[in-house]
């Protein structure tokens, strides 16, 4: 039996015999060791957020002590002494620690399970028999007469499943929570509402009141537990308990949960945003301690880095609860923290790789592993990735070749036919899946919302990323398509006796092109067999069903050596790096337990293994528990519990274990699955775990349960043989792979065990696949033995696969299978409820009644347990921890509570008044300055609004005057150019008139004169000529024309002069509004620089000390555009300003000057522009573009100095500042009075 120690009570408390050693020891001599030895370092011991305690199998039992009854079931001390009487008797079969050669302690094994005769006869095999040597003598514990009237009372009449929940000290009464079990076994809460003998009544909480027995009643938990994150935590243990926590934290998508040492996982069946950067960053940072399998993964690193010591992370579960997206996840999280090599990429591409080869759809999962594997990742010195290695165990051939409906062969086949480019195609000959015998005999083709179109490219990256040549990619589909043709390979009966031919189809003939063979030597391989007989060798031919079992078993062999050939290649590759550290972490994928309703061979090696990695996994935990309770230095004594070593003998003994008998028969030629059957009835019905069935069944009783299994190709599957005819047909293949895989076989291949199997022609191949399970199995352990292990168990929630759903008959199967529940039933026996001296003290340290805070935190813990009267019994002081009986920490958290609540409530009425009396005072304070600053703001913005209002004035007055006289003058000097141009135009006019009037006037009055004396002389000689008279006529008519023209002439003039005088009119409108438009900016300009001036004079008076200016400007403060400010503005007359004008005032003074010469050169241009377009002075230029281009100067200089002007400003308030400062007084005093 394996044994480990749990504490046991006496008469006098732990505390007290820790203070008496400490009294001894402090009266010793110095010389004398310490009583109290310094805590060892423990490499084993993890730390409390992932601690691993194994569990116990169900029919545990403490030997040496009895079970704990309700406190009324005892009547008597005799009855007790009595049962404790009978109880010793079973002591007798318990067994010491028995001593190494080396002299470390070693665990006892049962008595009866393993002996020395049988170890040394070698009927019995055991990986860890090499660890240790034969057991010595077996000594005898019996107790002390001492020791049994001490002990409690005691009684065996408790109900079974009371112990089996571990719930001894459990005592019903009126109103306590408890989960009753209803007539249909499932569990409802609910609170009794009275007893009566056997029977409870019970209020459930959906308002149902049942009576139930009160064997069917267990405590619950308090509210304040639930959802708790570690199990151990519960104050109860129970079934329901248990389950109702999980099923609480799944409804939160809180989907991990510890169970002391050991991670539950709950498939979510959804995306949870529980991982990434962010995630792993925190963890690695340890800002978060939640359940994780990040946490797990740090754990084990910090502790490879810290110990040196290998770890190991183990991973179970049942088909389709998540262990290959936990085992990806852990290995990203390894890969976060070793990276930088590179290599941490190559082993995440890992993954996709075997999951594509390796992975299948079953009727529970859409990615099930049909085989295990073990990760084994190397770290340098540094904590680097520098190597991995890929061990595989168990792949399931017969997926190749047979399913059941609705599976789905291995998703590479449908990755390959859906996804391969068309050149790969052609040179394959590839075809639908549906066109495949192989692929389409389940009726799954597809899998809902995969693409295996994209995952054959994300493959084919894979490939190149551990660094798999092109051309070797190649081979490794052409072998694939291989065993695609080789399934529409069809026979046809052609006699009497069964004998087959070939059908004629393409699916031979591309299968032997694939494989590099011809075609006649494939169909001979497939129809006949060679039969050596002396030194002949018979050709026989083959039935159809052999022919059929021929063809399978080769393509069921080529895909085996595929795999295992492509795993070797990427372990090659990922060898590149690795450096022999000694450090490593190995992740273990391995299949969970199964129990189907028809379960074969591959059922049996699955729960074979299993039986294995829960004893590792009992070892480990009460290795534990044991170091955890001696570091501590508490009181144990040994308990005693059957484990599986029996179950494992039934598989493992010799000659008459199941995969011995196995062997044995698959040896003989005539060997049926039915005659194995009666072989395992016959010699083994009397072991306890085997159960002899009607036909072809047997059942084995497992640590989970009793699993009925059915020999049906048991017989076949074990031998997995493949004839040497095929092996000789891959050898004499041109491809490279077929002749690799057949050497391979050839060299793992040994001298025959009978003679018979020689005859039978399958001399390739000598070892049975149980044998070479078990052989890796014992591998396993031995290297998972030289580790420490962390354990993470999957549960599947339910089994449609939907996110949400929880069955919780399904879930509690899974937990029994798992152990988990196991691991909580051994925490009950023991103190699952630990706290360190310190966190005890802190916690609970202010209940105390005396004040005891400057003491060290052990005394502090001695006085809180005192004063609440915790039963010695009930409690364990170690050498750093406290250690209770579960549901003890209850009384002390419900006191804490309710002193918090009032501590809470007073704290809650005090800091509001405070608060309240602190808000009025800041209110009060807040408004007597607020209401002193805004008079003061007030008082300041008012004075300054009088003088800028004053200042306004001024310069109102002198712009208006400026305007006015601008205005005249421009006005009188227009009327007068107008007037002097009309008046010389029509002086011009009048005397050209009057003079052109004269002469003809004067020609006239000759002519009259004359023309007398020439008629009375022309009357005397001649008569007057007609043509003369024609001619004067004639120019009196043309005078008179052009008389008439010079009035027309003249009225156009006149039109001219309307149309200019109108143009002109306009002209003046214009000016005038461009003048106001000036007006206003000059204005602005002066006022912002008044304010300057202002603003100047302000700061220069308070650097003289000088008395207060008064509100008036000089001439040159108030210069203004062609004009200068009067000595008097508004009736006060100015005053000389006190002392030398400074550096400042000439700044400013520059800038004024500047001001009126730019306004002086900008009236004198539009002054020109003005006489040029109304003609008063000439000019080759165009009036209207001169006054627009004068209009865009004017705006450029405005905005340019307006910006130097702000720029002055601010550069005279920095210069101000710092002498303003020293003479100004504090705003909260009095104003300065200042002149006006």
Same mark, same amino acid.
Not at 757 to 769: C, E, I, T
Not at 826 to 835: E, F, K, L, N, V
Not at 964 to 973: A, F, Q
């Given at each position: 039996?394996?044994?480990?120690?749990?504490?046991?009570?006496?008469?006098?408390?732990?505390?007290?015999?820790?203070?008496?050693?400490?009294?001894?020891?402090?009266?010793?001599?110095?010389?004398?060791?310490?009583?109290?030895?310094?805590?060892?370092?423990?490499?084993?011991?993890?730390?409390?957020?992932?601690?691993?305690?194994?569990?116990?199998?169900?029919?545990?039992?403490?030997?040496?002590?009895?079970?704990?009854?309700?406190?009324?079931?005892?009547?008597?001390?005799?009855?007790?002494?009595?049962?404790?009487?009978?109880?010793?008797?079973?002591?007798?079969?318990?067994?010491?620690?028995?001593?190494?050669?080396?002299?470390?302690?070693?665990?006892?094994?049962?008595?009866?399970?393993?002996?020395?005769?049988?170890?040394?006869?070698?009927?019995?095999?055991?990986?860890?028999?090499?660890?240790?040597?034969?057991?010595?003598?077996?000594?005898?514990?019996?107790?002390?007469?001492?020791?049994?009237?001490?002990?409690?009372?005691?009684?065996?009449?408790?109900?079974?499943?009371?112990?089996?929940?571990?719930?001894?000290?459990?005592?019903?009464?009126?109103?306590?929570?408890?989960?009753?079990?209803?007539?249909?076994?499932?569990?409802?809460?609910?609170?009794?509402?009275?007893?009566?003998?056997?029977?409870?009544?019970?209020?459930?909480?959906?308002?149902?009141?049942?009576?139930?027995?009160?064997?069917?009643?267990?405590?619950?938990?308090?509210?304040?537990?639930?959802?708790?994150?570690?199990?151990?935590?519960?104050?109860?243990?129970?079934?329901?308990?248990?389950?109702?926590?999980?099923?609480?934290?799944?409804?939160?998508?809180?989907?991990?949960?510890?169970?002391?040492?050991?991670?539950?996982?709950?498939?979510? *069946?959804?995306?949870?945003?529980?991982?990434?950067?962010?995630?792993?960053?925190?963890?690695?940072?340890?800002?978060?301690?939640?359940?994780?399998?990040?946490?797990?993964?740090?754990?084990?690193?910090?502790?490879?880095?810290?110990?040196?010591?290998?770890?190991?992370?183990?991973?179970?579960?049942?088909?389709?609860?998540?262990?290959?997206?936990?085992?990806?996840?852990?290995?990203?999280?390894?890969?976060?923290?070793?990276?930088?090599?590179?290599?941490?990429?190559?082993?995440?591409?890992?993954?996709?790789?075997?999951?594509?080869?390796?992975?299948?759809?079953?009727?529970?999962?859409?990615?099930?592993?049909?085989?295990?594997?073990?990760?084994?990742?190397?770290?340098?010195?540094?904590?680097?990735?520098?190597?991995?290695?890929?061990?595989?165990?168990?792949?399931?051939?017969?997926?190749?070749?047979?399913?059941?409906?609705?599976?789905?062969?291995?998703?590479?086949?449908?990755?390959?036919?859906?996804?391969?480019?068309?050149?790969?195609?052609?040179?394959?000959?590839?075809?639908?899946?549906?066109?495949?015998?192989?692929?389409?005999?389940?009726?799954?083709?597809?899998?809902?919302?995969?693409?295996?179109?994209?995952?054959?490219?994300?493959?084919?990256?894979?490939?190149?990323?551990?660094?798999?040549?092109?051309?070797?990619?190649?081979?490794? *589909?052409?072998?694939?398509?291989?065993?695609?043709?080789?399934?529409?390979?069809?026979?046809?009966?052609?006699?009497?006796?069964?004998?087959?031919?070939?059908?004629?189809?393409?699916?031979?003939?591309?299968?032997?092109?694939?494989?590099?063979?011809?075609?006649?030597?494939?169909?001979?391989?497939?129809?006949?067999?060679?039969?050596?007989?002396?030194?002949?060798?018979?050709?026989?031919?083959?039935?159809?069903?052999?022919?059929?079992?021929?063809?399978?078993?080769?393509?069921?062999?080529?895909?085996?050596?595929?795999?295992?050939?492509?795993?070797?290649?990427?372990?090659?590759?990922?060898?590149?790096?690795?450096?022999?550290?000694?450090? /490593?972490?190995?992740?273990?994928?391995?299949?969970?337990?199964?129990?189907?309703?028809?379960?074969?061979?591959?059922?049996?090696?699955?729960?074979?293994?299993?039986?294995?990695?829960?004893?590792?996994?009992?070892?480990?935990?009460?290795?534990? +528990?044991?170091?955890?309770?001696?570091?501590?230095?508490?009181?144990?004594?040994?308990?005693?519990?059957?484990?599986?070593?029996?179950?494992?003998?039934?598989?493992?003994?010799?000659?008459?274990?199941?995969?011995?008998?196995?062997? +044995?028969?698959?040896?003989?030629?005539?060997?049926?699955?039915?005659?194995?059957?009666?072989?395992?009835?016959?010699?083994?019905?009397?072991?306890?775990?085997?159960?002899?069935?009607?036909?072809?069944?047997?059942?084995?009783?497992?640590?989970?349960?009793?699993?009925?299994?059915?020999?049906?190709?048991?017989?076949?599957?074990?031998?997995?043989?493949?004839?040497?005819?095929?092996?000789?047909?891959?050898?004499?293949?041109?491809?490279?792979?077929?002749?690799?895989?057949?050497?391979?076989?050839?060299?793992?291949?040994?001298?025959?065990?009978?003679?018979?199997?020689?005859?039978?022609?399958?001399?390739?191949?000598?070892?049975?696949?149980?044998?070479?399970?078990?052989?890796?199995?014992?591998?396993?352990?031995?290297?998972?033995?030289?580790?420490?292990?962390?354990?993470?168990?999957?549960?599947?929630?339910?089994?449609?696969?939907?996110?949400?759903?929880?069955?919780?008959?399904?879930?509690?199967?899974?937990?029994?299978?798992?152990?988990?529940? +196991?691991?909580?039933?051994?925490?009950?026996?023991?103190?699952?409820?630990?706290?360190?001296?310190?966190?005890?003290?802190?916690?609970?340290?202010?209940?105390?009644?005396?004040?005891?805070?400057?003491?060290?935190?052990? /005394?502090?813990?001695?006085?809180?347990?005192?004063?609440?009267?915790?039963?010695?019994?009930?409690?364990?002081?170690?050498?750093?921890?406290?250690?209770?009986?579960?549901?003890?920490?209850?009384?002390? +958290?419900?006191?804490?509570?309710?002193?918090?609540?009032?501590?809470?409530?007073?704290?809650?009425?005090?800091?509001?008044?405070?608060?309240?009396?602190?808000?009025?005072?800041?209110?009060?304070?807040?408004?007597?300055?607020?209401?002193?600053?805004?008079?003061?703001?007030?008082?300041?913005? *008012?004075?300054?609004?009088?003088?800028?209002?004053?200042?306004?004035?001024?310069?109102?007055?002198?712009?208006?005057?400026?305007?006015?006289?601008?205005?005249?003058?421009?006005?009188?000097?227009?009327?007068?150019?107008?007037?002097?141009?009309?008046?010389?135009?029509?002086?011009?006019?009048?005397?050209?008139?009057?003079?052109?009037?004269?002469?003809?006037?004067?020609?006239?009055?000759?002519?009259?004169?004359?023309?007398?004396?020439?008629?009375?002389?022309?009357?005397?000689?001649?008569?007057?000529?007609?043509?003369?008279?024609?001619?004067?006529?004639?120019?009196?008519?043309?005078?008179?024309?052009?008389?008439?023209?010079?009035?027309?002439?003249?009225?156009?003039?006149?039109?001219?002069?309307?149309?200019?005088?109108?143009?002109?009119?306009?002209?003046?409108?214009?000016?005038?509004?461009?003048?106001?438009?000036?007006?206003?900016?000059?204005?602005?300009?002066?006022?912002?620089?008044?304010?300057?001036?202002?603003?100047?004079?302000?700061?220069?008076?308070?650097?003289?000390?000088?008395?207060?200016?008064?509100?008036?400007?000089?001439?040159?403060?108030?210069?203004?555009?062609?004009?200068?400010?009067?000595?008097?503005?508004?009736?006060?007359?100015?005053?000389?300003?006190?002392?030398?004008?400074?550096?400042?005032?000439?700044?400013?003074?520059?800038?004024?000057?500047?001001?009126?010469?730019?306004?002086?050169?900008?009236?004198?241009?539009?002054?020109?522009?003005?006489?040029?377009?109304?003609?008063?002075?000439?000019?080759?230029?165009?009036?209207?573009?001169?006054?627009?281009?004068?209009?865009?100067?004017?705006?450029?200089?405005?905005?340019?100095?307006?910006?130097?002007?702000?720029?002055?400003?601010?550069?005279?308030?920095?210069?101000?500042?710092?002498?303003?400062?020293?003479?100004?007084?504090?705003?909260?005093?009095?104003?300065?009075?200042?002149?006006?």
């Amino acid at each position: 039996m394996v044994s480990t120690m749990v504490p046991c009570s006496g008469t006098r408390s732990s505390l007290e015999e820790m203070l008496d050693s400490i009294k001894k020891r402090d009266e010793r001599s110095k010389d004398t060791p310490p009583a109290l030895p310094v805590r060892p370092t423990s490499k084993a011991r993890l730390p409390s957020s992932i601690q691993t305690r194994r569990s116990l199998p169900i029919n545990f039992k403490i030997a040496d002590a009895p079970d704990y009854l309700p406190c009324d079931a005892v009547k008597d001390i005799s009855s007790a002494k009595k049962l404790r009487s009978e109880e010793r008797e079973k002591v007798s079969d318990l067994v010491l620690p028995s001593k190494l050669s080396n002299g470390d302690e070693v665990e006892s094994e049962p008595k009866g399970k393993i002996d020395n005769s049988l170890i040394e006869q070698g009927t019995v095999e055991s990986p860890y028999i090499r660890n240790r040597e034969r057991w010595k003598s077996i000594e005898r514990l019996v107790e002390s007469d001492e020791l049994e009237e001490t002990s409690e009372p005691l009684a065996s009449s408790v109900p079974k499943e009371f112990r089996w929940n571990g719930e001894d000290g459990f005592v019903l009464k009126k109103k306590l929570r408890v989960w009753c079990q209803l007539p249909d076994g499932q569990w409802e809460s609910g609170k009794i509402q009275s007893i009566s003998g056997e029977d409870a009544v019970v209020l459930l909480s959906d308002g149902r009141v049942v009576k139930v027995q009160t064997d069917n009643v267990l405590p619950a938990n308090p509210d304040i537990l639930e959802g708790v994150d570690d199990l151990i935590q519960l104050s109860y243990l129970n079934e329901p308990s248990v389950l109702h926590n999980l099923q609480y934290r799944y409804s939160k998508d809180m989907i991990y949960t510890k169970a002391g040492p050991v991670l539950v996982a709950i498939n979510p *069946f959804k995306e949870v945003p529980f991982y990434g950067n962010k995630f792993i960053g925190s963890y690695r940072r340890k800002l978060m301690d939640d359940p994780h399998v990040y946490a797990i993964a740090d754990t084990a690193f910090n502790e490879m880095m810290r110990d040196e010591v290998n770890q190991s992370i183990i991973i179970s579960g049942e088909s389709g609860a998540g262990k290959t997206e936990t085992a990806k996840i852990a290995m990203q999280y390894l890969a976060a923290l070793g990276g930088g090599s590179g290599v941490e990429y190559e082993v995440l591409q890992t993954n996709e790789i075997l999951e594509a080869f390796g992975n299948a759809k079953t009727s529970r999962n859409d990615n099930s592993s049909r085989f295990g594997k073990l990760i084994e990742i190397h770290f340098g010195n540094t904590g680097k990735i520098c190597g991995a290695k890929i061990q595989t165990f168990l792949l399931e051939k017969s997926r190749v070749v047979q399913r059941a409906k609705g599976e789905r062969s291995y998703h590479i086949f449908y990755q390959l036919c859906a996804g391969a480019p068309p050149s790969l195609r052609e040179r394959l000959n590839l075809k639908l899946a549906s066109d495949y015998e192989y692929l389409r005999q389940s009726d799954c083709l597809t899998i809902d919302e995969v693409d295996d179109a994209q995952r054959f490219r994300m493959l084919t990256e894979a490939l190149n990323t551990v660094q798999i040549c092109k051309e070797d990619q190649d081979n490794v *589909f052409s072998m694939l398509a291989a065993v695609l043709w080789l399934g529409n390979v069809s026979f046809k009966v052609i006699d009497n006796e069964n004998h087959v031919d070939f059908v004629t189809n393409e699916g031979i003939n591309n299968a032997a092109t694939l494989m590099g063979c011809s075609a006649e030597d494939l169909k001979l391989v497939l129809s006949t067999r060679k039969i050596r007989a002396g030194n002949d060798n018979i050709v026989q031919k083959l039935t159809l069903s052999q022919a059929i079992d021929t063809r399978d078993a080769l393509a069921k062999s080529i895909y085996a050596s595929l795999f295992d050939w492509l795993v070797e290649q990427i372990n090659k590759s990922l060898e590149v790096g690795k450096r022999r550290t000694g450090r /490593s972490i190995s992740i273990l994928d391995i299949y969970g337990f199964e129990s189907f309703h028809k379960n074969s061979f591959e059922q049996f090696c699955i729960n074979y293994a299993n039986e294995r990695l829960q004893q590792h996994f009992n070892r480990h935990l009460f290795k534990l +528990e044991q170091e955890e309770y001696t570091q501590d230095g508490i009181d144990w004594t040994k308990v005693d519990f059957e484990d599986n070593q029996e179950c494992l003998n039934l598989f493992e003994k010799k000659p008459l274990g199941l995969l011995s008998l196995l062997d +044995e028969e698959s040896t003989f030629p005539n060997g049926t699955d039915l005659t194995f059957a009666n072989k395992l009835r016959q010699h083994l019905n009397s072991n306890p775990c085997f159960k002899g069935e009607r036909g072809r069944a047997f059942c084995v009783c497992h640590y989970a349960g009793e699993v009925l299994y059915d020999t049906t190709g048991f017989l076949e599957k074990n031998r997995d043989l493949l004839h040497c005819d095929s092996i000789q047909l891959l050898s004499s293949c041109n491809c490279q792979l077929p002749q690799k895989f057949a050497s391979t076989m050839l060299n793992h291949s040994q001298k025959l065990v009978s003679p018979l199997w020689r005859h039978g022609g399958a001399d390739s191949q000598k070892q049975s696949v149980g044998t070479k399970f078990k052989g890796q199995l014992f591998k396993l352990m031995q290297r998972l033995e030289n580790t420490t292990p962390h354990f993470i168990r999957c549960i599947k929630p339910n089994s449609k696969q939907l996110p949400g759903a929880y069955e919780k008959d399904l879930v509690l199967q899974q937990l029994r299978c798992c152990g988990v529940l +196991e691991v909580v039933r051994i925490s009950r026996s023991g103190y699952p409820t630990r706290m360190t001296h310190h966190h005890f003290a802190r916690r609970y340290g202010f209940l105390l009644s005396e004040n005891v805070t400057s003491q060290d935190p052990l /005394s502090v813990s001695v006085a809180i347990l005192q004063q609440f009267n915790i039963l010695p019994d009930m409690y364990q002081v170690g050498y750093t921890k406290l250690f209770f009986r579960t549901g003890q920490i209850g009384a002390l +958290e419900d006191t804490r509570n309710r002193t918090l609540q009032g501590i809470l409530g007073v704290q809650k009425c005090f800091r509001g008044r405070q608060a309240r009396r602190h808000f009025q005072e800041l209110k009060n304070g807040v408004a007597f300055l607020q209401s002193y600053v805004r008079g003061e703001r007030a008082r300041k913005e *008012f004075e300054l609004l009088i003088r800028r209002h004053r200042a306004v004035i001024a310069i109102q007055r002198q712009i208006k005057r400026w305007i006015t006289r601008k205005r005249y003058n421009d006005g009188l000097r227009a009327t007068i150019f107008v007037q002097s141009f009309v008046r010389g135009w029509l002086a011009r006019r009048d005397y050209t008139i009057m003079r052109e009037f004269g002469e003809a006037n004067v020609q006239h009055a000759d002519g009259q004169l004359q023309a007398p004396k020439r008629i009375l002389e022309k009357k005397d000689s001649v008569s007057v000529k007609p043509s003369a008279l024609a001619e004067l006529q004639r120019r009196i008519l043309k005078a008179e024309a052009a008389l008439r023209n010079k009035e027309e002439d003249n009225l156009v003039l006149n039109q001219q002069l309307q149309q200019y005088e109108k143009r002109w009119s306009e002209y003046e409108t214009r000016m005038r509004s461009m003048e106001e438009t000036w007006q206003k900016q000059m204005t602005s300009l002066q006022m912002s620089l008044a304010a300057a001036k202002r603003s100047l004079a302000a700061d220069d008076a308070v650097r003289l000390d000088a008395s207060p200016l008064a509100h008036s400007y000089d001439s040159e403060e108030s210069t203004s555009i062609g004009t200068r400010t009067p000595d008097y503005i508004g009736g006060t007359p100015s005053k000389p300003t006190v002392g030398r004008p400074s550096e400042a005032t000439v700044v400013v003074g520059r800038m004024a000057k500047e001001f009126d010469q730019r306004a002086q050169v900008f009236n004198d241009d539009a002054g020109f522009i003005v006489e040029v377009k109304s003609g008063h002075s000439e000019a080759s230029l165009n009036p209207e573009d001169e006054l627009r281009k004068l209009k865009l100067r004017f705006e450029g200089w405005k905005k340019d100095y307006k910006v130097r002007l702000r720029e002055t400003k601010a550069t005279l308030h920095k210069l101000g500042d710092s002498n303003v400062e020293k003479s100004k007084k504090k705003w909260w005093g009095k104003r300065t009075t200042r002149g006006t």
